[in-house]
């Protein structure tokens, strides 16, 4: 327990009604950890709360970024360690809740070979907090042959029916890599056939901010700022789509780096057409993607850090046939979404009900991911 907090009370999680859940987020963008509050009872939202975001220093990201990839090993090790520290720094004020919902850190995602990789305990942060802490999201559903990813979906289709919307639609998660759901929120569960079509889309904002770090020294393309300065090179974007993963039927997911090879695509471009490059590649994935579309959407609602790119937006505009806005035109919050969706995950946990199905990653029936840990003092569920 942080004892700066004081002596908590013993903590079991309600059996019947609404929960207060804060969820906590660390994408592979690498910016920080976003912490959102929810209210739900696992299927409907009642409410939204409070949010946070506690950004990574460049040191931090430094450590992190070097266990990308791998398995295990020191890097790995270092890396857990700062995801940890910096979770029970961001989660050390939300004292009202009843739970966490901790995703943890993706290093590496191999759902067809190796598996899975977050690391963070979620035992060692229910200790620390005094709460129960719902963790490792993914590893069930690959064990049943899913993708592990995206699991956001089932919250999106909430988050369509709690804002009234009727005809199809799909989010647009502009991350580290981009994903696509696609939503019918006529039809009551998320997990029911053809409510639902998810998966990524290719690379986002990943490899641009690599870019930005390693020629600039930034850690982002601020306002696309340096890509509106430069043309994009159709040759490197032509190989980029010639990769066998847009020819794939989804579900599909990716791991941060299955496009190492953009990088070289654009090593002998100048700084600005390099990053007008790189944000085409990420605007033209998405198109790829729309093809998968069980029909065309009503709109594409955008969240993440892409939609604050306004030549990222620009390009999606171009390139889709139907109206693309920034999720907040719905009245949800585009920066925390990620990080709502895994409270919202938690509290399905909690309650027994699936986290993903086929329609999402292409697990072989509705599966509840999700690990429960309890802080020691507490009453068992």
């Known amino acids: 327990m942080n004892k700066a907090q004081g002596a908590r009370t013993p903590t079991r999680i309600a059996k019947t009604g609404p929960l207060r859940a ?13 912490v959102a509050v929810i209210e739900t009872d696992g ?8 949010s946070s975001y506690r950004s990574y220093s460049a040191e931090e990201r430094r450590t992190i970024a070097a266990g990308f990839g791998k398995w295990s090993g020191p890097e790995v090790a270092a890396a857990t360690q700062v995801v940890e520290a910096a979770h029970i720094d961001a989660l050390g004020a939300y004292t009202d809740v009843d739970l966490i919902g901790f995703h943890g850190q993706t290093l590496a995602h191999a759902p067809r070979m190796q598996g899975t990789l977050q690391v963070g305990d979620g035992a060692a942060l229910a200790d620390h907090l005094g709460l129960p802490v719902v963790w490792d999201f993914r590893s069930a559903d690959v064990h ?10 089932f919250f999106h289709h909430a988050c369509a029916r709690y804002a009234g919307l009727t005809g199809p639609v799909a989010f647009l998660n502009l991350g580290g890599v981009g994903n696509l759901t696609w939503v019918d929120p006529a039809i009551p569960l998320p997990e029911a056939e053809g409510a639902l079509l998810a998966f990524d889309t290719g690379p986002a904002n990943a490899p641009i901010n690599d870019l930005m770090q390693a020629r600039l020294g930034l850690p982002f393309d601020e306002g696309g700022k340096t890509a509106s300065r430069g043309q994009v090179e159709t040759g490197a974007l032509e190989l980029f789509l010639a990769e066998p993963y847009f020819a794939r039927m989804p579900p599909k997911s990716l791991d941060r780096n299955d496009f190492d090879e ?115 003092e507490a009453i068992s569920v």
């Open 144 to 153: 049943l042959g899913g993708e592990g990813a995206p699991l956001a979906p």
């Open 262 to 376: 953009m990088v070289a695509l654009v090593t002998e471009l100048s700084d600005a057409d390099a990053a007008a490059t790189l944000t085409a590649m990420c605007a033209a994935g998405v198109a790829e993607a729309m093809q998968h579309c069980p029909r065309l959407p009503d709109r594409v609602l955008v969240t993440g850090g892409g939609r604050h790119n306004p030549v990222l937006m620009k390009m999606l505009s171009v390139s889709l046939d139907c109206p693309v806005m920034p999720i907040e035109e719905i009245g949800l919050d585009g920066d925390m979404l990620e990080a709502q969706a895994f409270g919202y995950l938690a509290v399905r946990v909690a309650r027994g009900l699936p986290t993903s199905c086929p329609g999402t990653t292409g697990v072989r029936a509705a599966v509840g991911g999700g690990t429960v840990s309890m802080p020691t």
């Open 43 to 50: 299927r409907d939202i009642m409410s939204f709360g409070t």
């Open 22 to 34: 804060a969820g906590a987020m660390s994408g592979t963008s690498l910016d920080g950890v976003d």
